[in-house]
């Protein structure tokens, strides 16, 4: 799976067993998100769960509750224990399985359990869960039947014994986390004693982000309506999308509002269902049952697409005449592209770039090599810029020119280049290409 990224966002889970917390410090620690425990089984409430709800969303952090399962139990019981539990409580971040004991058990017993979990609460809430476990459990425990969920993964030391390594490791089942819980013995501004920690993948963090929601006007996700917002809208609108349905205004931010209305119309109206613009509980029903007659074997199964946008795209060039393909898994060809071609890159798997239209494969261009050229660095900036690139693994020359306003010159290409740009960008530092 892949390996850590500074650009990723830093999420901790929290239970009564961390205490009283100060949210405010907490928030001021580079804390963005916050995982809390609501429930475990089928009686168990964690008592701290409603006061760590108000105070990290008082913070302005992004909420999420996970429930420790126990797999010989009823999967639907569980689901509604945690919703009741829940009550009018409005998350920013999935609910979360956490499934870490297999209580005796076989495989696929644990594996026909989470699905079940899964399955109900997204029904339920129209939010696609995320699968919370132990690095260790996957293996023994798991089938592939659970990989359409996303992963959020726990591992404290690799191969070598150190804490906080790259990645996880490898998987049978997922070939990326959602995210990654590198420590359990973290500590954080506003904690006594020591907390889990976590990355967040910035690609996953995007694709569910709507902002910072209010802690008022709640209602059960399955019933939204205009005026809304949150998580449960912009799953919404990803659908709405998925099935053809135009949001070419405002797409899918989380908002729901005149655009979204009138999509949920035209959705309802062409499945003869009553046309209000309310996405009640027959409307997300029909949408799901749509979604899972379209899926595509094909695409289920596709690599993660990093998606560079046009401020991090870059120039490659064509080593022979190659083959432009439909899908991340480079196949079904359908044009090419001749040989010394330029083009641009907008995102990458681990074999293929994404380029307009399709994908091409890595192996088969060159990318073009190009200067950033910054202003005003000093010896610290200078310092610390070497820092980055080696720790980086960039073999390229950095060259300062010491005359005048300091300033410094680096010729870079693919990636390399992708990564000086965001580390500039992130400095604040001036610079031109």
């Not at 964690?46 to 797999?71: C, E, M, P, Q």
């Not at 209010?214 to 809208?233: F, H, I, R, T, Y």
């Amino acid at each position: 799976m892949q390996n850590r990224n500074n650009q990723n966002i830093k999420v901790i889970d929290v239970s009564h067993h961390n205490g009283t917390i100060d949210w405010a410090k907490v928030a001021s620690d580079g804390v963005k998100g916050a995982y809390i425990k609501l429930t475990e089984g089928t009686t168990f409430l964690d008592k701290k769960s409603y006061d760590n709800y108000i105070g990290a969303k008082n913070a302005g952090l992004r909420v999420g509750f996970y429930h420790f399962a126990h797999a010989d139990n009823d999967p639907i019981a569980e689901v509604n224990f945690f919703l009741n539990k829940l009550g009018s409580m409005k998350v920013d971040l999935p609910h979360c399985l956490d499934l870490e004991e297999n209580k005796g058990k076989t495989k696929a017993q644990v594996t026909a359990f989470a699905v079940r979990w899964m399955e109900y609460i997204e029904k339920k809430t129209s939010i696609t869960p995320i699968l919370y476990t132990g690095y260790s459990f996957i293996k023994s425990n798991f089938t592939s039947a659970v990989a359409k969920y996303p992963l959020w993964v726990a591992r404290y030391s690799g191969s070598n014994g150190s804490k906080g390594f790259a990645n996880p490791g490898n998987t049978a089942i997922w070939n990326r986390w959602a995210m990654f819980q590198y420590t359990d013995q973290g500590k954080v501004k506003g904690i006594n004693g020591n907390v889990d920690i976590n990355e967040m993948d910035l690609d996953f963090f995007n694709s569910i982000n709507t902002g910072v929601t209010v802690v008022e006007n709640n209602k059960p996700s399955a019933q939204l309506q205009q005026g809304d917002s949150g998580l449960a809208v912009k799953e919404l609108q990803q659908n709405l999308t998925k099935l053809g349905f135009d949001l070419s205004q405002h797409g899918t931010d989380g908002q729901y509002g005149n655009e979204t209305t009138a999509a949920v119309k035209a959705f309802q109206e062409k499945y003869g269902l009553t046309s209000t613009g309310k996405a009640d509980e027959r409307t997300l029903a029909k949408m799901m049952e749509l979604l899972k007659g379209i899926s595509n074997p094909i695409e289920e199964s596709l690599p993660k697409v990093t998606s560079l946008g046009d401020k991090y795209s870059f120039q490659v060039k064509a080593k022979k005449d190659i083959e432009v393909y439909k899908y991340a898994n480079v196949t079904e060809n359908f044009r090419t592209i001749k040989k010394d071609t330029i083009f641009s890159v907008y995102g990458y798997t681990y074999a293929a770039w994404a380029v307009p239209g399709g994908f091409v494969q890595i192996k088969d261009v060159e990318p073009i090599s190009v200067t950033i050229k910054t202003g005003g660095l000093s010896k610290d900036m200078e310092a610390e810029f070497r820092a980055f690139l080696k720790n980086e693994g960039i073999d390229s020359e950095l060259h300062v020119n010491a005359i005048g306003n300091p300033s410094a010159e680096i010729t870079a290409a693919g990636l390399d280049f992708v990564k000086v740009k965001q580390f500039l960008d992130k400095k604040g530092w001036y610079y031109k290409q």
